[in-house]
């Protein structure tokens, strides 16, 4: 990848190097870190000259702040090797299927009896609702994208600048190889088409990953619990761990969290 010819004009990087991935024959490199954590008007520079430079920006949180390795993203720990395209998925097939899984009563769990499952996802249950109807944009996506990005550096201060030659930030997941997903699928493309989705039907732009977590800016959250209820077993479909390990205890309190909420983000345990 040759950034300098890629950047738009008078657009500085930060010292950085190619991030080579640890799996294969060891000669793929889907990604370029900085060094130190960039200013917070570099990743809005970049996201509005992706169109011309092909580079999607992210900010990479480690796993351990403290850790030289900064983990996964410096050492290599990445497999885009592993990774299908998102085309090859249907957004709304696999967020069927993941909420089936999850919902099952039959599963074994040390944690949750049938009945304690079932209230998680009241008022759903096992009921799959279907996809969240389209919000009409309010705001701009990449406004408010850029916004969160400059609220993210301030959170998580050790976070470095990534860029990944991908057509868009859903794209991005499976290019650079996250593995973030990989104790429900090690297939990150799958979750990329679903954020593909996010970003025709909500306005979402991926800006911040970490280890195991992922954080979108919103441009049109629902602003009814209504929609929320919806939205929120997407989430679940998605993320199950948004709920089960999360600070709210069913679907319905998480769904009041959703309203009017610029940013989604999630951790899988």
Same mark, same amino acid.
């Given at each position: 990848?040759? =950034?300098?010819?890629? $950047?738009?004009?008078?657009?500085?990087?930060? +010292?950085? &190097?190619?991030?080579?991935?640890?799996? *294969?024959?060891?000669?793929?490199?889907?990604?370029?870190?900085?060094? #130190?954590?960039?200013?917070?008007?570099?990743?809005?520079?970049?996201? @509005?000259?992706?169109?011309?430079?092909?580079?999607?920006? $992210? =900010?990479?949180?480690? =796993?351990?702040?403290?850790?030289?390795?900064?983990?996964?993203?410096?050492?290599?720990? !990445?497999?885009?090797? %592993?990774? /299908?395209?998102?085309?090859?998925?249907?957004?709304? @097939?696999?967020?069927? %299927?993941?909420?089936?899984?999850?919902?099952?009563?039959?599963?074994?769990?040390?944690?949750?009896?049938?009945?304690? &499952?079932?209230?998680? #996802?009241?008022?759903?249950?096992?009921?799959?609702?279907?996809?969240?109807?389209?919000?009409?944009?309010?705001?701009? +996506?990449?406004?408010?994208?850029?916004?969160?990005?400059?609220?993210? $550096?301030?959170?998580?201060?050790?976070? %470095?600048?990534?860029?990944?030659?991908?057509? %868009?930030?859903?794209?991005?997941? @499976?290019?650079?190889?996250?593995? *973030?997903? =990989?104790?429900?699928?090690?297939?990150?493309?799958?979750?990329?088409?679903?954020? &593909?989705?996010?970003?025709?039907? /909500?306005?979402? &732009?991926?800006?911040?990953?970490? /280890?195991?977590?992922?954080?979108?800016?919103?441009?049109?959250?629902?602003?009814? $619990?209504?929609?929320?209820? !919806? !939205?929120?077993?997407?989430?679940?479909?998605?993320?199950?761990?948004? !709920?089960?390990?999360?600070?709210?205890?069913?679907?319905?309190?998480?769904?009041?969290?959703?309203?009017?909420?610029?940013?989604?983000?999630?951790?899988?345990?």
């Amino acid at each position: 990848m040759n =950034l300098e010819s890629c $950047l738009p004009n008078g657009l500085v990087l930060p +010292p950085g &190097r190619m991030i080579t991935s640890d799996e *294969g024959h060891g000669d793929l490199q889907p990604l370029w870190l900085s060094d #130190t954590p960039p200013s917070t008007e570099l990743w809005p520079r970049l996201r @509005a000259g992706h169109a011309a430079s092909g580079l999607w920006p $992210l =900010l990479l949180d480690p =796993l351990d702040p403290h850790d030289t390795d900064f983990r996964p993203w410096a050492c290599g720990e !990445i497999s885009p090797e %592993r990774m /299908f395209s998102p085309a090859d998925h249907n957004p709304q @097939a696999l967020l069927t %299927r993941w909420w089936q899984d999850y919902t099952a009563t039959d599963e074994d769990d040390d944690q949750l009896s049938a009945d304690e &499952r079932l209230a998680v #996802t009241a008022p759903f249950g096992q009921t799959w609702p279907g996809p969240a109807p389209t919000s009409t944009l309010v705001d701009n +996506p990449d406004a408010i994208a850029e916004q969160y990005a400059r609220a993210f $550096l301030v959170q998580h201060p050790h976070a %470095r600048l990534g860029l990944v030659a991908a057509p %868009r930030g859903a794209d991005a997941l @499976a290019t650079v190889g996250w593995t *973030g997903p =990989l104790n429900y699928d090690n297939d990150t493309a799958k979750f990329s088409a679903v954020v &593909r989705d996010w970003e025709d039907r /909500f306005g979402a &732009r991926v800006v911040g990953v970490g /280890f195991d977590t992922l954080h979108l800016s919103i441009a049109s959250p629902p602003n009814h $619990l209504e929609d929320a209820l !919806i !939205i929120a077993a997407e989430h679940f479909a998605f993320c199950p761990d948004t !709920i089960w390990q999360g600070s709210h205890p069913h679907l319905a309190a998480y769904a009041e969290h959703l309203i009017d909420l610029n940013c989604w983000e999630f951790w899988w345990d």
